[in-house]
């Protein structure tokens, strides 16, 4: 990442007579929503380096159409903030054109379930790019993907799609849980030299928390939410909070949950989870995503391949179900919540 | 200057005669003689080259050559038109633009061999390696030149494709991204009839070269076999671009003289008598002609020129069965540009696997 | 120099073309990718460039014949010495190598190419069989199960989890003989240490002090007529049992007896014990025989050896790990005392003290088993003067040492009452000769006998 002077970005808009005041970067720590977080670490990036570009629908003049980018595009300008024409492929393929003159586009994908007309884009071309040319062409891309459900909304807006981009080699692929990981590791993401896919979990983008201006804990490590001794409970996404939610009322039935988000799903910090498991020997794996091919199984696999003498018992998984995102009146009972969590619990501890 | 008249244009007839095209002719002005004979020589040598690449295939060399055999003034014309500066972004079929670009002959054939995903740093000649993925490219070419559009140079990206590339999605969303953005980027598609074995009116309904209006791109349709009209096209495509004029669509209209790759039978889904029809309007044969009556081939032009060939096609040959293998752990190689902790112990434990077998050859049987 | 070109595969998936005709006869020079003749494979008719320029000795097949993919259909002549990078070629008649235009075998040529490749690799044919690895198959990763003891009923696998799996291996315990207590019979680490605790002692074992452990019938045991009791042969017993045979019947056992005067080392025992700096030190006559042990050790270290078979080598231990037989719950055990030698009297002492409460407890850990170099068997605990006890597996020397009786004994030329201790030393013949065994028994005796002699002998 190249650090250059913060000189005056130009203010052209395409929207006539939209002044909007310039607002500055982060500077200390302050109290904000995800998405707030989010805009705050777009800023910094595009501050810190003029190769920073964004592409995406609606992110311009309307700001996202969860306003993570607003602002924005009154600060840096129509050609580092493109609304592009609505086309998924396109988005992502532009990028590619853009990563080979040096810049470093960070793709919007409106939602989830929007992703997949881009999904050659990026499985065929962004993730084999470094290793097609041996190194000698590089994809900085950050693809910005809102994920998960819990907002009552219609088909395709609740997908939770990460583990075709974790089975796919060369991308890396992160979630945030909260403000704090928001602004950090979006910056990370735009910085890294690899492509990212950086999963928000759209129902807490509303969600207020302390953010300090800093990079943190580089984004291939997990962080313990929670310290616990009597099982370990792994989680992403929107679920760290369920999950902490979880941890703190089993701590009312004396049983100690030890709860680690994720934060990267590929890679996957193996070493912060192999030493809770030896700490506590149970595991359970909690994700939105559906069972069958998730990443719950593959984390468990390796597990068992790593810790199999510290295993008390079998690790389990809470997921969505092997079914379709169901609609709204159903999402509650596909969604894990903190009772299904603890029923987990429960059985990997023997309770039940 | 959108061209959707039936009859793409041509400067050079099938006699080898100069025809008058008022508005491409100042485009090729300067062609006398000598540069003529420049494109000829190309033109002779990747024949030769694609013609030696077919051989190694069929001698075990190379897994897979897809020949350009009735294309070359399609490519050859174009790729002498491009800057240095300029990037292009190929299909998988480019190779006589990627010898025109000055890539190693070895470095061709490299990814035909199966050494490697690629032959060449892109970076070094300004030229995409291969996309295999149909089309996939032309959105690449989009954003590099929206890009250059940032950056307020002049360069120019030109994208290759077929006939049958143009069904797909992608080149369609490229060319909604172009017309959008006024980007600097020419549309090379050159219709060579066939995709496989599916003629190209399985693909278009009326002349390709019709779609990009409907973008909001001009197009110029011209005889892809004669390489003065495609040397003219692509320059005021180029031109255009550079002078913020925004894309432009070209269809060379040529024919696949070979199968689709050296696995494919024509046989099976061509009628001989079209194979027979298109040779006749083969790109070095008219050019050939026209040098002839322009006093250019001497018999020591001619000497030289196979000479040229010929050296080529053994510098290939050599290149090609020279090749080392790669070796086996190298299939863990740049996967990811920062380390991954997982992958590294996944390369650890074969590392450690192929060790147990003892001895220093780790290449392994029957591979 | 002689070439055979076999027929490649041509790019249309198939094994076998038809040679349609020849373009070139034997004795007809060609120049690389000449077009030597026409090949038929479906309803295509291909031309095959030559791969060398070169003469044309054999065409292996006329015309009209259909020839196997990678079947010799010409031989050239491409004259000339051989190149630097090129070997002579295979023998026509090995039909199954692959390419014969470049020297190594290529292996794509094995293969039938595709649209888009090379193809898939042809199949060998014949038995599968692995790549060979140099030396043995490796073992299991896990420990080996001691042997075998029938399933339960049911011919079920015993369940349990991973760690006590572990345990139950490293302390050689079979799960099938464990009874599980847990959730749908689980066997949990608790089981496997009752299980421990519950083995039946044999009569003849060694206890240590007063050991309380009624014998309680083992798991497992299966009921026998009303004249005999049958138990299964498992576990410590098995264990103790084959280490003893082993080392009864491989190393020539020699005793010697030697008793001795201790009342000297009795009346010191009763001063520490009385001076304030000693009196928690615990230090009792067994202390003092290991500390005896370690000096005489130093004086005759042909003791504290090992026969080493297998390298054809005397193993001299340049240290003291001093094993104390010891009756646990589960049977005979022999703790050792690491570096025993450096220990002082209250080290030993400690030590000894440490030892016997693990073993009591049954908690001695399974390093502690492992790694002795000699060995002190107390019998007098059980009243006993003198035995011929057998040798720790892999050591060369093992004293006896009996009860403390009072007897009439010479004193000053006079009779008395003295306390009076024999000791029986052990030895394997093939590392200490008699001369050895007696001057390390003496040394011992001499100490007891008059603990300041320990100045002339340090």
Not at chain 1, 178 to 184: G, L
Not at chain 1, 254 to 270: H, K, Q
Not at chain 3, 372 to 392: E, K, M, S, Y
Not at chain 3, 406 to 425: C, D, F, H, I, N
Request: glycine residues 8%; aromatic residues 6%.
């Amino acid at each position: 990442m190249t650090m250059t002077t913060m000189t005056n970005p130009a203010t052209v808009s395409t929207v006539p007579g939209l002044t909007a005041p310039t607002p500055t970067a982060l500077t200390e720590t302050k109290t904000l929503t995800m998405s707030k977080a989010i805009n705050e670490g777009l800023r910094q990036a595009m501050l810190e380096d003029p190769k920073v570009v964004l592409l995406g629908e609606d992110i311009g003049a309307l700001g996202g159409v969860f306003r993570v980018t607003s602002d924005l595009l009154a600060q840096f300008g129509a050609r580092r903030i493109i609304d592009t024409p609505l086309a998924e492929s396109a988005i992502i393929g532009t990028a590619v054109g853009l990563a080979y003159r040096g810049y470093r586009p960070v793709c919007e994908i409106q939602f989830d379930g929007f992703i997949f007309p881009g999904f050659d884009q990026i499985v065929s071309q962004i993730a084999k790019f470094h290793y097609r040319t041996q190194g000698a062409v590089r994809m900085p891309i950050t693809i910005r993907v809102p994920f998960g459900g819990g907002i009552g909304a219609a088909e395709h807006h609740s997908e939770s799609p990460e583990a075709y981009f974790t089975h796919t080699s060369g991308l890396r692929v992160i979630a945030v849980s909260n403000p704090q990981d928001a602004y950090s590791l979006v910056r990370q993401a735009i910085a890294s030299d690899d492509p990212v896919l950086y999963f928000e979990p759209k129902r807490r983008y509303h969600v207020k928390g302390e953010v300090v201006p800093e990079l943190g804990p580089p984004m291939e490590q997990a962080v313990i939410v929670h310290p616990g001794t009597d099982v370990t409970l792994l989680a992403y996404g929107a679920l760290v909070s369920t999950a902490r939610d979880a941890a703190l009322a089993a701590a009312d039935e004396g049983v100690s949950i030890e709860v680690i988000d994720l934060r990267s799903l590929s890679p996957v910090d193996y070493a912060a989870v192999e030493a809770s498991v030896q700490k506590t020997g149970h595991l359970v794996v909690t994700h939105e995503a559906a069972q069958s091919g998730g990443l719950g199984g593959e984390i468990i696999a390796a597990v068992t391949e790593r810790c199999f003498n510290y295993l008390e018992s079998a690790p389990l998984r809470v997921t969505g179900f092997d079914v379709p995102y169901p609609p709204a009146k159903l999402e509650s009972y596909h969604l894990p919540d903190l009772d299904r969590i603890l029923d987990g619990v429960d059985r990997v501890l023997g309770r039940r | 200057m959108s061209d959707s008249s039936p009859q793409p244009v041509q400067l050079l007839s099938l006699d080898g005669e100069r025809m008058p095209h008022g508005d491409f002719d100042p485009w090729v002005a300067d062609l006398d003689g000598p540069a003529l004979l420049a494109l000829y020589r190309d033109m002779v040598v990747v024949r030769r080259i694609d013609t030696e690449a077919t051989a190694l295939q069929r001698q075990g060399e190379l897994g897979l050559w897809p020949p350009l055999l009735g294309q070359e003034a399609a490519q050859v014309g174009s790729a002498r038109a491009v800057r240095t500066d300029d990037f292009i972004f190929p299909s998988y079929r480019e190779n006589a633009v990627a010898y025109c670009r000055g890539v190693a002959l070895t470095d061709i054939v490299k990814v035909w061999r199966g050494n490697a995903q690629s032959g060449w740093d892109p970076y070094t000649v300004n030229m995409a390696t291969p996309a295999i993925i149909i089309g996939a490219q032309t959105l690449h070419a989009t954003g590099w030149a929206i890009g250059a559009q940032n950056d307020e140079v002049d360069s120019v990206a030109i994208t290759y494709f077929g006939d049958g590339a143009t069904s797909q999605g992608d080149v369609n969303e490229a060319m909604v991204f172009a017309a959008s953005f006024q980007a600097p980027v020419v549309f090379f598609c050159q219709n060579n009839q066939w995709a496989i074995s599916e003629p190209v009116r399985v693909q278009a309904h009326r002349n390709i070269a019709d779609r990009a209006p409907g973008f909001g791109i001009p197009s110029l349709r011209i005889d892809g076999n004669d390489v003065l009209a495609v040397m003219a096209a692509t320059r005021i495509a180029l031109d255009r671009a550079r002078t913020g004029g925004g894309p432009t669509f070209i269809e060379a209209v040529t024919y696949r003289m070979g199968p689709h790759t050296t696995a494919d039978d024509p046989t099976r889904y061509r009628d001989p008598a079209e194979l027979a029809e298109w040779k006749t309007r083969d790109p070095l044969l008219r050019l050939h002609r026209l040098l002839t009556l322009l006093g250019e081939i001497t018999p020591e032009v001619a000497e030289a020129t196979q000479a040229l060939a010929d050296a080529a096609a053994a510098e290939l040959r050599a290149g090609c069965i020279g090749m080392p293998d790669p070796e086996p752990l190298s299939v863990f190689d740049h996967v990811y540009a920062t380390p991954n902790a997982t992958l590294e112990r996944q390369r650890t434990d074969y590392a450690a696997y192929l060790t147990s077998f003892g001895s220093s050859d780790q290449s392994g049987e029957g591979r | 120099m002689i070439q055979v070109f076999k027929l490649p595969d041509l790019g249309e998936g198939l094994t076998e073309s038809e040679i349609v005709a020849w373009l070139v006869a034997p004795g007809d020079e060609v120049t690389l990718n000449q077009h030597i003749a026409d090949v038929e494979t479906a309803k295509a008719v291909v031309e095959l460039p030559s791969p060398v320029a070169g003469v044309v000795r054999v065409l292996h097949q006329p015309a009209g014949v259909v020839v196997q993919v990678g079947e010799p259909i010409v031989t050239f002549d491409i004259g000339g010495a051989a190149e630097p990078d090129s070997a002579p070629t295979p023998e026509v008649e090995d039909a199954t190598e692959n390419s014969a235009v470049t020297e190594e075998p290529s292996p794509t040529e094995q293969r039938e190419a595709n649209l888009v490749g090379y193809g898939p690799a042809v199949e060998r044919g014949g038995h599968p069989q692995r790549r060979a690895r140099p030396g043995a198959v490796a073992a299991a990763p896990s420990a080996p199960d001691p042997a075998p003891t029938p399933a339960k009923s049911g011919g079920e696998r015993p369940r349990s989890t991973p760690p006590v799996r572990a345990l139950a291996r490293d302390l050689g315990i079979d799960l099938d003989t464990v009874a599980g207590t847990g959730l749908d019979g689980l066997i949990t680490r608790e089981d496997v240490r009752a299980h421990i605790s519950e083995s039946v002692p044999a009569s003849d074992q060694h206890e240590v002090a007063d050991s309380s452990g009624a014998p309680t019938a083992t798991p497992g045991t299966q009921p026998g007529t009303e004249r005999e009791t049958r138990t299964p042969i498992k576990s410590l017993r098995k264990l103790t049992a084959a280490a003893v045979v082993q080392s009864a019947f491989t190393a020539p056992h020699v005793t010697e007896f030697l008793t001795v005067d201790v009342t000297p080392t009795v009346e010191l025992l009763d001063s520490l014990r009385a001076d304030r700096q000693f009196a928690d030190a615990g230090i009792g006559i067994l202390a003092v025989v290991a500390k005896a042990l370690c000096l005489g050790v130093d004086r005759t270290p042909a003791v504290n050896t090992r026969w080493d078979e297998p390298a054809g080598e005397i193993v001299q231990y340049n240290y003291v790990n001093l094993g104390i037989a010891a009756a646990t719950p589960r049977g005979l055990l022999v703790p050792n005392i690491v570096d025993a030698d450096r220990l002082d009297l209250r080290g030993i002492a400690a030590a000894l003290a440490e030892l016997t409460t693990a073993a009591r407890a049954g908690t001695t850990a399974p390093a502690a088993l492992s790694g002795g170099t000699i060995t002190i068997t107390n019998i007098g605990v059980f009243g006993i003067d003198a035995g011929t006890p057998i040798l720790n597996p892999g050591e060369a020397a093992i004293l006896a040492m009996g009860a403390i009786r009072v007897l009439p004994w010479e004193y000053r030329g006079q009779v008395a009452l003295r306390k009076v201790l024999t000791l029986s030393l052990s030895f394997d013949h093939r590392l200490v000769d008699g001369e050895q065994g007696s001057r390390f028994l003496a040394d011992i005796g001499t100490i007891l006998a008059d603990p300041a002699r320990v100045l002339t002998m340090v």
